[in-house]
């Protein structure tokens, strides 16, 4: 079982710049879960998908986040424009049924400059 | 709303010595399930421990035990035999049983462990 799959690893990129990060659940999860997390806030979930459509999108901060998920192997997070506040660690998550524990990528961090 | 709470931000332990830490949460639901998560400086969420509500035993994995205290909403992470790589912040979550819903995370103890 290859895991949740997040890419990129590592991202820089100066303010106002589009940044897209991506996900790849483990295969016949339906539950995508999009987390981030910074020393002040702590760990924040931002968004969640079942079965691929979005659920509970509360904890997106501003119109500039959005996130898709086109189909069940793969999700992505968008922010357009960034800004040096934006930089954090990105986790993304998936689960099966509701009885089980998130699995967790090994996040992206993001530096806006 | 359910709340999860860990009201310890840090903890410090003696390496070989046993440690505990807190966690409570809120809920009115009768069935959920309770987890705990490890996050080392490498930054990978890893989950370390899991408890079902409608489970009287206390779940143990090696060093790691739980004691969970259903009435008292209370479910506190037990580790004996502090080892250098136990040193990492650590989460407590809860997840409903009767909604298929989001997973609701702890602020975190960071645990540090003392040579």
């Known amino acids: 079982d290859a895991g949740v799959i997040q890419s990129p690893r590592h991202e820089v990129t100066e303010m106002g710049q589009e940044v897209t990060l991506r996900c790849k659940p483990i295969?016949?999860?339906?539950?995508l879960f999009w987390y981030r997390q910074t020393m002040m806030r702590g760990l924040e979930l931002l968004i969640y998908?079942?079965?691929?459509?979005?659920?509970?999108d509360s904890g997106m901060p501003e119109d500039r986040f959005s996130a898709k998920m086109p189909n069940a192997s793969f999700s992505t997070l968008k922010i357009q424009p960034s800004e040096p506040r934006d930089s954090a660690v990105y986790f993304c998550a998936s689960s099966d049924r509701s009885n089980q524990p998130q699995h967790f990528g090994d996040g992206t961090r993001l530096s806006i400059l | 709303a359910q709340t999860v709470t860990q009201s310890q931000p840090e903890m410090s332990v003696q390496e070989a010595e046993t440690v505990t830490l807190s966690c409570t949460y809120d809920?009115?639901?009768?069935?959920?399930?309770l987890f705990w998560y490890k996050q080392p400086p490498s930054r990978q969420m890893i989950l370390v421990i899991r408890?079902?509500?409608?489970?009287?035993q206390n779940a143990t994995e090696n060093r790691f035990s739980v004691n969970f205290q259903k009435a008292a909403k209370s479910f506190s992470l037990k580790i004996s035999d502090s080892q250098l790589g136990d040193a990492a912040m650590y989460f407590c979550a809860y997840r409903s049983g009767e909604r298929d819903d989001k997973i609701i995370f702890g602020k975190g103890t960071r645990l540090h462990i003392l040579p």
């Open positions: 809920t009115s639901e009768s069935d959920y399930y």
């Open positions: 408890q079902e509500a409608y489970k009287q």
């Open positions: 295969s016949g999860h339906n539950s």
């Open positions: 998908f079942n079965n691929n459509v979005p659920i509970d």
